[in-house]
């Protein structure tokens, strides 16, 4: 069902191709390209490809220049020379080879084309072609470095195609709400005030990459611009957007950027096997329709996808996002005809397969009290509230 609100709706440009899904990182490793595929059936089932305000864009592999912007040379050679099956005995000084980030052909390749997703959505929100643009292959790189791969990155997406923004001129506001800190993006900007960086997640107390506390800030001329909200495990969706609500709209309002850039990662699902936060797919979602606000205030909106390993959470979440963008309203019931999750050889039971968009939501987690959840965000709100703040006359 189309939205009824009378504003015309804002053209979207999906930036997308299955060649994205096509490749595995290792037999056993969490992260499998196949969601995507999965998603792209799910999007093109809901009718959302069919919609006059919304454009499939064909991406472009990133340049070695583009790459180089953000990573170090010798580090981007070791990776061209490991994808093209050379040996390389000191892979490890790089992050390269770990069960995290195995090598494997190809990879510099599919890697530069999944960066190369992330700066067409940007080219093409930039150039005015698009109000928003969509890569979902993006984003999950959030943890490369300068000089090491990280977390299931090799290149770090949101870094390049934000410094080719910083370059044009613009002012890049990053709100990161996967489940885990976005390192690498907060580390690509840290000593710079044309960036502002936030990420929500669950607290480096508990899960990796074991950082992303509010005393991380910035340092130099960035001090201030960059925001964690570390959150409690089991944290649900209603505690989750009272911490969003405190911190996102105020900061970048008050920073008044040209651009805004979001990572939707969606392993913030209580179904997600490698994370503790306990989000539903309409939490989620209700976090795009906000981001979406602020994007329309902003005028130019570009989003990436993230971390996501539970494959029926990825295609809903996703999908209900690009409906979202779009100004659509989804039916409640996933279409009877998707049943690619089904065919899908990690998919333990027919029961696995979606029935709806939304979740009914978890339990309360048994080993974690809603109070002790509550004091542990409050006190995270409260140090947020002190040292950041008044930077921006909050």
Same mark, same amino acid.
């Given at each position: ?40 059936? &799910? ?34 050679? $070791? ?5 093209? /099956? ?19 052909? /190809?990879?510099? #390749?599919? %890697?530069? &084309?999944?960066?190369?997703? =992330? ?13 928003? +643009? ?16 990280? +977390? ?28 885990? !800190? ?17 990420? $929500?997640?669950?607290? /480096? ?15 130099? +001329? ?18 989750? !957007? ?9 900061? $970048? ?18 179904? #997600?096997?490698? =994370?503790?936060?306990?989000? %539903? ?25 993230? /971390?996501?390993? #539970? &494959? ?23 279409? +009877? ?17 979606? %029935? ?22 409050? !006190?995270? &709100? ?13």
């Amino acid at each position: 069902m189309r939205n009824s609100d009378q504003q015309p709706p804002p053209k979207v440009a999906f930036v997308y191709t299955d060649e994205l899904s096509r490749y595995r990182l290792s037999p056993e490793h969490p992260l499998r390209p196949v969601r995507l595929r999965h998603m792209h059936d &799910l999007m093109h089932l809901s009718g959302l490809f069919d919609l006059s305000n919304v454009s499939v864009a064909v991406p472009r592999r990133a340049t070695r220049a583009e790459i180089e912007s953000a990573h170090d040379p010798e580090y981007v050679s $070791i990776v061209e020379a490991i994808s093209n /099956g050379a040996i390389a005995p000191g892979m490890g000084e790089f992050g390269l080879g770990t069960p995290d980030n195995p090598t494997r052909p /190809g990879m510099y #390749d599919t %890697t530069a &084309l999944c960066v190369g997703t =992330t700066l067409v959505a940007g080219e093409l929100v930039l150039s005015g072609e698009a109000d928003i +643009g969509f890569a979902p292959a993006g984003g999950v790189h959030h943890h490369a470095m300068r000089r090491n791969a990280s +977390g299931f990155g090799v290149f770090n997406d949101a870094v390049i195609a934000m410094n080719a923004m910083v370059n044009a001129g613009l002012r890049v506001a990053y709100v990161d709400i996967d489940c885990h !800190h976005g390192d690498g993006v907060q580390a690509g900007h840290y000593d710079s005030d044309r960036v502002l960086t936030i990420s $929500i997640h669950e607290s /480096g107390q508990w899960l990796f990459p074991g950082t992303g506390f509010v005393q991380e800030i910035g340092s130099g +001329g960035g001090t201030g611009y960059s925001v964690n909200v570390p959150l409690a495990p089991y944290t649900q969706d209603a505690d989750w !957007h009272v911490a969003f609500d405190a911190v996102v709209p105020d900061l $970048i309002r008050a920073f008044k950027p040209d651009v805004l850039f979001t990572q939707l990662g969606i392993d913030t699902h209580f179904q #997600d096997p490698l =994370t503790h936060l306990s989000l %539903t797919t309409q939490g989620f979602n209700l976090a795009v329709q906000k981001l979406g606000r602020l994007g329309a205030e902003i005028g130019k909106w570009v989003a990436v996808g993230g /971390g996501g390993y #539970d &494959l029926s959470a990825v295609a809903r979440a996703w999908t209900m996002a690009l409906a979202t963008m779009a100004n659509y309203e989804l039916p409640d019931d996933v279409p +009877g005809t998707f049943t690619s999750l089904a065919d899908d050889s990690t998919i333990e039971s027919e029961g696995d397969v979606p %029935t709806k968009f939304a979740d009914t939501p978890p339990p309360p987690d048994e080993h974690s009290s809603l109070d002790e959840i509550q004091q542990h965000n409050a !006190h995270t &709100l409260d140090e947020i509230r002190s040292l950041i703040f008044p930077k921006f006359g909050l």
